[in-house]
């Protein structure tokens, strides 16, 4: 079976700090990485994507890919209260399948 | 103007029941999707479907059955409601494999 696995936390870092979350994933022909952020109540909202080995930045946010190693990372520059919440890793498989395998989700809390 | 529109976002019902969820994406996307999150928030896909292909993950059970009146919308329908269907259930979209937006949820009860 395909998976996506995540600490699940909770993972505490302090306000400016950098909060970084890892995932890691196990069917190796997967094609591409989500990051998603899901506030408490509320659905996922759409962080970041990565397809290539190396790292993407947006902003205060870096995924990173490993695809040798099955290792997706996300990095959190000046982490800020207002980025509290739980992080899903997801992952689109090989072989053509359609649609995202998910994580368990790391909750994610900065403290002021 | 929402992306991902799903209703009702609360649904409270007796077990035994059927019930069914809406959900419509005004994205022009090809490909739609039910996704479950548990009480442990795990989410976990349910349902893809283009306008051409239905897939099915295989431990979803036959009393969850989605139906796709056009491109733009596909409902959930749920028979004999279970115990277990307790769950937030998010409709989403696609194109090229990007999901960018789910659905705010709909809150399932089953007493």
């Known amino acids: 079976q395909k998976e996506v696995e995540q600490n699940s936390g909770p993972l505490s870092v302090p306000e400016g700090a950098i909060a970084s979350l890892n995932c890691t994933y196990s069917d190796r022909g997967s094609q591409s990485f989500f990051w998603y952020r899901q506030y408490s109540g509320k659905s996922p909202e759409l962080i970041m994507f990565i397809y290539s080995n190396g790292d993407k930045e947006d902003g205060r946010f870096t995924a990173q890919l490993n695809k040798a190693s099955q290792y997706v990372s996300l990095l959190i520059r000046d982490s800020q209260p207002s980025d509290s919440a739980t992080y899903l890793c997801?992952?689109?498989?090989?072989?053509?399948?359609?649609?995202?395998?998910f994580g368990k989700g790391t909750h994610l809390i900065i403290q002021p | 103007d929402t992306a991902v529109s799903q209703t009702p976002k609360y649904l409270v019902t007796q077990m035994g029941n059927d019930k069914s969820i809406k959900c419509e994406q005004n994205?022009?996307?090809?490909?739609m999707y039910w996704y479950k999150q548990d009480s442990k928030k795990f989410l976990k896909i349910m349902f893809s479907y283009n306008n051409k292909e239905l897939i099915i993950n295989e431990t979803v059970p036959n009393r969850f059955s989605p139906k796709s009146p056009d491109k733009a919308h596909l409902n959930l329908h749920i028979n004999s409601l279970e115990l277990g269907d307790s769950a937030v259930y998010f409709c989403?979209?696609?194109?090229?494999?990007?999901?960018?937006?789910f659905g705010a949820g709909t809150r399932l009860s089953v007493l």
């Open positions: 997801a992952v689109r498989p090989g072989g053509g399948a359609d649609g995202l395998t």
């Open positions: 994205l022009g996307h090809d490909t």
């Open positions: 989403a979209s696609s194109q090229e494999g990007i999901i960018q937006y």
